[in-house]
Each structure stands twice: as C-alpha cells, then as structure tokens.
C-alpha cells in the first residue's frame, strides 16, 4: 500500500513567521488531504488537493503528483495554527486513507 | 454543515467490558472508518465499511468488531476492553464519488480502559 511521510516531525516558530511542511508519499495518488487537529482533537480538512494548488486565507498547499510530493505552506503564522498537521493520501483501487505521523507545530508569541 | 457525531468525548471502562463507541454522519456518505490514534503512530485504521453490513478489516482490527445495519450509522465495539486498547479513537466517513472534501471525521472519543 501507500506510504506516507512527513516532515519535519515537530517545528517551533514565532508569531508571523513563515513555515512549509512537506508530505512525501510511494505512489501515484487519488485523494491526498491535509488536516490540522486542533488541540481538542478535532481532525478539520485544510485541503483535499490530489494536485494542483489551492489557497485558503494564509494558508495554501500544492501537490506536484508526478513527483510524489505535497507541500503545505503557512504564512503569517499565528498562534491558533498550533496543533498537529497531518497528511494522508490513498490511491488505486483502495479508499482508505493513509496517513503520515503528523508536523506538531507550536507557535510562539 | 456535514456533521460526523461521535456519542462520546471521554469514556472509562473497567478492563473486561464490552464497550460501544457509537459515530453517526448526516452526509449520506457510503464509506465510514474507525481510526485510533496514539502518541507516536499517527492514526491507524481498524474497520472500515464500504456499505450497509458490509465490514473490512483496516491495519489493526485485533481486539475490535464493527457493525453497519444502517447506512448513517457506525458501531465499534470492544468485545473485552483491555488497557492497550486505552487510546483517541476517530471515527470518519467519506463518498464514494468525486469529492472535493474528502473524508470528514468526528470530534473523537477519548477511551481510557483502568
């Protein structure tokens, strides 16, 4: 089945600054999302982007399916966006989700 | 809004209990997971059903059984509760069709097993 990796595994920035997580995954995908789990636990979809780019505010990601990568990008970062960012993708035939271990980002004041 | 509910937000059973955890969705969706999820491992799927009684085997179904007898509704059950089945479990559903939101989950249910 589909591997996924994420990376960095945890990351600490100050209120404003900028940040990229990288989604890497083994192969050709149908459904890659990205979620960001509250400190609640509430898993809340940022981006169902099997390719592409979209935008949402500060936030934006692009996939590049070719090369087998997804890329989340955070701007302005504020201290809500703290939490957990998780990849997960599937592909082929198969509809579950497979995710990565999760970025824990905190952001500072 | 599309809404997956999950009965509870914490339960703490006594080791050996039959324990339900009980995820509704109102999205007609024809997919629904249960995923728990631990320090350390991300999220791992236990059951998933595809349609109404149908069920499969997710990455870790040892210890679990699941039940769809409508097409709203998704039970995981525990037959005897042990305390290495205490953990966050996330409850999903998705459609089967082109969809731009993908999968959406439940606000979880925090099981502790003593």
């Known amino acids: 089945g589909i591997q996924v990796e994420q990376s960095p595994p945890d990351l600490i920035l100050q209120e404003g600054a900028n940040s990229t997580l990288r989604c890497n995954f083994s192969?050709?995908?149908?459904?890659l999302q990205w979620f960001h789990q509250n400190p609640w636990g509430q898993l809340i979809n940022l981006f169902y982007?099997?390719?592409g780019t979209k935008q949402n505010g500060r936030l934006s990601a692009t996939t590049v399916a070719t090369e087998r990568y997804s890329l989340l990008y955070i701007s302005s970062s504020q201290t809500t966006d703290s939490g957990v960012y998780f990849c997960?993708?599937?592909?082929?035939?198969?509809?579950?989700?497979?995710f990565g271990t999760g970025t824990l980002l905190a952001v500072q004041p | 809004d599309v809404k997956v509910t999950q009965s509870s937000r914490y339960l703490v059973k006594r080791t050996g209990e039959k324990v339900f955890l009980e995820c509704v969705q109102d999205m007609d969706h024809e997919n629904m997971f249960w995923y728990r999820q631990d320090p350390g491992l991300g999220l791992r799927l236990i059951y998933f059903?595809?349609?109404?009684?149908?069920?499969e085997k997710g990455d870790i179904p040892e210890g679990y059984s699941v039940s769809r007898e409508k097409k709203e509704r998704f039970s995981l059950i525990l037959e005897s509760a042990s305390t290495n089945q205490t953990s966050m479990y996330l409850c999903?559903?998705?459609?089967?069709?082109?969809?731009?939101?993908?999968?959406?989950f439940g606000s979880g249910t925090r099981l502790t097993v003593v």
């Open positions: 999903a559903s998705s459609s089967t069709g082109t969809s731009s939101y993908g999968y959406t």
């Open positions: 059903s595809y349609d109404v009684k149908m069920k």
């Open positions: 997960a993708a599937y592909g082929g035939a198969t509809n579950k989700l497979i």
């Open positions: 982007i099997p390719s």
């Open positions: 192969d050709s995908v149908n459904n």
